[in-house]
């Protein structure tokens, strides 16, 4: 069973960048690999999303502003937010559907 572990998130000012990454214990190379978010008292938010060969799709809100990508040889995909903003907080979390795997999330606040 795949594991995840995500890392890199963080207080930020607005208009600033942070880069999350998700480590897995295994092989994810043929997985899709899902970002969400889920603000304080919010459904999830689904985020974006990474083909195995590197198609990546955006949810409107962040498209423009966050980029998605993997490095298959190293277990690892991120997530590149750039120009946050206040409503951007939220528990950021990578899923492998794949594996039915979560990883167990890690916060980005941003705030001046």
């Known amino acids: 069973q795949v594991q995840l572990v995500e890392s890199g998130g963080g207080l930020v000012q607005p208009g600033g960048s942070l880069q999350l990454s998700c480590v897995a214990s295994g092989s994810i190379s043929m997985s899709i690999i899902e970002w969400y978010r889920q603000g304080a008292g919010k459904q999830r938010e689904w985020v974006a999303q990474i083909l195995s060969g590197g198609r990546t799709t955006y949810a409107d809100s962040v498209k423009g502003r966050f980029t998605a990508s993997r490095d298959n040889a190293k277990n690892t995909a991120y997530l590149e937010l750039n120009n946050l903003k206040p409503e951007d907080t939220a528990v950021y979390s990578c899923?492998?559907?794949?594996?039915?795997?979560w990883g167990q999330g890690t916060q980005v606040t941003v705030s001046s």
């Open positions: 899923k492998a559907p794949w594996f039915n795997a």
